[in-house]
């Protein structure tokens, strides 16, 4: 992709999710990436999401109950896939679907309930953690994020480009020491994504009973 995902999610200013298993139905917005094209979502029991040639990021607020959340687990479907990538290769990073976590110190996350981009952008506090169905990389593989500051964000990969249907669980506390190191602060918000504008290719995709632990 060409505008970094990671500035994007810093805008996370919407409704809460709510607590234990995470709502589709609502709460839920598009953020797009480019003025030219965006994946199309559809919002309910699953999030659904078709991206032809396009990039964009659909994403919510995570309520304070659930700041100290250490752990989550999802289903999720692909029908169409992107080719194979190198997700560590800026602009030409495609994968078919991305579950994205977003944490700040517990000290800091108080003061940025309601934050806009441009208080966010940039935030020295900030860390992204994304897990990723896509690219080439063995699974539990860390791969810095090649857009936005420099250790601010990680790609975590957990299925290699393909179709097929997968329940996941993660040890985000875990995976967040292997990327970051020290302990993870407060989760303030999620996002999905798919990106297929490298590849000017098509993905159908969906996540669903996704829970936070």
């Known amino acids: 992709m060409r505008i970094p995902v990671t500035a994007a999610l810093l805008s996370l200013i919407a409704a809460a999710a ?14 797009r990436l480019s003025l ?12 659904g999401l078709v991206s032809e040639g396009s990039v964009s990021i659909a994403w919510t607020r995570v309520g304070q109950g659930d700041w100290g959340t250490s752990g989550a687990s999802w289903n999720w479907q692909v029908d169409q896939s992107v080719p194979a990538t190198n997700l560590a290769k800026k602009g030409g990073d495609d994968r078919n679907i ?33 897990y990723a169905w896509g690219g080439n990389a063995a699974r539990g593989t860390v791969i810095p994020s090649p857009y936005g500051p420099s250790g601010q964000g990680v790609t975590i990969a957990l ?55």
């Open 18 to 31: 709510t607590a234990g298993p995470v709502s589709f139905s609502n709460g839920w917005q598009e953020q």
């Open 36 to 47: 030219f094209n965006s994946n199309d979502y559809s919002f309910g029991s699953s999030l």
């Open 98 to 130: 991305s579950l994205y976590f977003v944490f700040v110190p517990e000290s800091v996350a108080p003061s940025l309930e309601g934050a806009n981009i441009r208080s966010l952008l940039g935030n020295k506090d900030v860390r992204i953690m994304q």
């Open 159 to 213: 299925r290699p480009a393909g179709t097929g249907a997968h329940s996941e669980s993660v040890d985000l506390a875990a995976d967040y020491r292997r990327a970051f190191g020290g302990e993870k602060g407060a989760l303030i918000g999620l996002a999905v994504s798919g990106d297929s504008d490298d590849t000017k290719s098509v993905i159908r995709a969906s996540i669903g009973n996704l829970t936070l632990k």
